[in-house]
Each structure stands twice: as structure tokens, then as C-alpha cells.
């Protein structure tokens, strides 16, 4: 009888020491962009406290945390009475822990618990593996490197620029043609309060987000499944469809999110960070 030949899990890989040469540039590329930029680098563990992951990334995120099993017999104790415990609780008894499905929130819990011993505005970079148990595919792993870089602990829009030209310095850097894309978070809860569904921001901007990927028709579909109505939805539509330049394009949503107090904050801030750029490349003409 033959052995049966060693396998990695699903949605996992094997990288050899030329790919592992050519990931250490990249990732040492990203490094000093980040350093000459005045960013330090923190290191979090690879598992946190599941009741730190929960309910961050909305109802699909919570299904593709990794949770890891608490050692003993737990699975025991909650048996007899396994028909009267929902998910999460009996998630919450048998697991005390999961792998982080990203870095954003193991920063947060950082931060919080060493609020002390950091001195603000705190810089950070991160660049460490997170988990997800999505179904695996071309370009989707199970296992991933993600490459953080924040700014806690000011308001200043200096901040999102500084942020904007580090991407490209790494982008230029590694001889990659790219295009940024930035949004905000107050125009993303503008939307969701003028179509009537203020409570829903998470699951409005996870559908918003694939909108590239499904089109238009399945963005809508999934708010459909997530239990948003038609009149909600369609109210989507100038958003989704919105034409021409930066500034086009915000002009346009000023008009839709007019009622909208946070969301014309929103729409100021990017319009201020626009034109932060248009000033620095004027400057560089000179």
C-alpha cells in the first residue's frame, strides 16, 4: 500500500527560496517607504480573543473567522443542552479564540490596551499573515500577508495625503503602474442615512465595495439578501452611476447627500485632500 503524498491545507502554499527572495524584496521595498515616512513597525499574535473579532466585520466576516477550538472537554459540557445555545454563545464557550481575519482590529485592541505607554499621533506599520475561511480560488488564499500602515491619534487630512503618497512612493518604487482609490467613511454613512438605512453602513459598504466584481445587479441582489427594500435600493442608483472626474463626481454627490450633514463632511474632507495634491504638484512645476 502506498503512502499517501504530504499536502498543505486548502487555501495555503509552499513558497520556495526564489519566491521567498523575490516576497523579502518586495516586502523590504514596502518597509523603507514606511520607515523614511517616520512609521514603526508593531508585531501582533496571530490569534486574539474571539470576542475581540466578533461583530467587526458584519454578519460575512464573522463566518470566515478561524475559530480555534479551546483545548479539554468543552464540547462535552454544551452537548445535553446544544438545541438551546445560538451560534455565537456556543462559538463563545468551545472557542476562546480565532485568527485574525485582519490587522485593523488587532491595532485597535493594541492601542486600547497599551493607551499608556504610546505617544500620540502613534504611526504604525504592520505587515503580517491573517486568516480568512473564504472558499478558495484563483488569487483568493486562506492565508494571506497584509501590509498596514496608520496614523492614530490626529485629525489633520495632512495625515491622509502623507498616507496617499506613501502608496505610490512603494508603487513607484517596485515599478508598478497603479491607480489609488480612496474613500471615506463619513460619505459611506451619508449614503446609508439618505437611503433610509443608517444602521446598515457595514453590510451597504461590503456590497458597494464588490461593485466592480458583480456589477451593479449583484450589488443589489446581496442588499436584497441582507434584508434592505427595494425603495432603499434603488435609491442607490445616482451613487452607483456617477460620471466623470474626481471633482465631477463629488459635485454630483454633494447634491445627492445635501441632507446629509456627515456625508457633505465626508465629501470636504476628500475635496480638501484633492486639492492638498493639486497644490503639491503645482509646486513641483516651479
Not at 468543552?74 to 479564540?97: F, G, P
Amino acid at each position: 500500500m502506498t503512502a499517501q503524498k504530504p499536502s498543505v491545507p486548502k487555501g495555503t502554499r509552499d513558497f520556495s527560496p526564489i519566491e521567498m527572495v523575490k516576497r523579502n524584496f518586495i516586502f523590504d521595498t514596502i518597509k523603507d517607504v514606511f520607515k523614511r515616512y517616520g512609521f514603526l513597525p508593531i508585531e501582533t499574535p496571530s490569534m486574539e480573543n474571539l470576542s475581540t473579532l466578533l461583530g467587526k466585520y458584519g454578519d460575512e466576516g464573522d463566518k470566515l473567522l478561524f475559530k480555534i477550538l479551546n483545548s479539554g472537554n468543552y464540547l462535552d459540557k454544551v452537548n445535553n443542552n446544544i438545541s438551546e445555545i445560538d451560534v455565537n454563545k456556543l462559538a463563545l464557550q468551545i472557542c476562546e479564540k480565532g485568527l485574525r481575519y485582519d490587522l485593523t482590529v488587532p491595532f485597535a485592541r493594541y492601542v486600547v490596551q497599551h493607551l499608556n505607554e504610546i505617544t500620540f499621533p502613534f504611526k504604525r506599520y504592520q505587515i503580517q499573515p491573517v486568516w480568512r475561511a473564504d472558499r478558495p480560488q484563483k488569487g483568493r488564499y486562506r492565508e494571506f500577508y497584509q501590509c498596514d500602515v496608520d496614523v492614530i491619534g490626529s485629525n489633520s487630512l495632512l495625515n491622509e495625503v502623507e498616507l496617499i503618497q506613501i502608496i505610490d512612493q512603494v508603487f513607484q518604487n517596485l515599478n508598478v503602474n497603479a491607480v489609488i482609490k480612496i474613500n471615506n467613511r463619513k460619505i459611506l454613512a451619508g449614503i446609508a442615512e439618505i437611503i433610509g438605512e443608517p444602521n446598515r453602513i457595514i453590510d451597504i459598504t461590503v456590497a458597494i465595495d464588490k461593485f466592480e466584481k458583480i456589477g451593479k445587479k449583484g450589488v443589489y441582489d446581496e442588499l436584497t439578501a441582507k434584508g434592505l427594500n427595494s425603495i432603499s435600493i434603488s435609491l442607490l442608483d445616482p451613487i452607483l452611476e456617477l460620471k466623470g472626474n474626481n471633482f465631477e463626481k463629488l459635485s454630483s454627490l454633494k447634491k445627492i447627500l445635501r441632507n446629509s450633514e456627515i456625508g457633505l463632511k465626508g465629501i470636504d474632507d476628500v475635496e480638501t485632500v484633492l486639492n492638498y495634491f493639486n497644490t503639491l504638484w503645482w509646486w513641483s512645476l516651479r
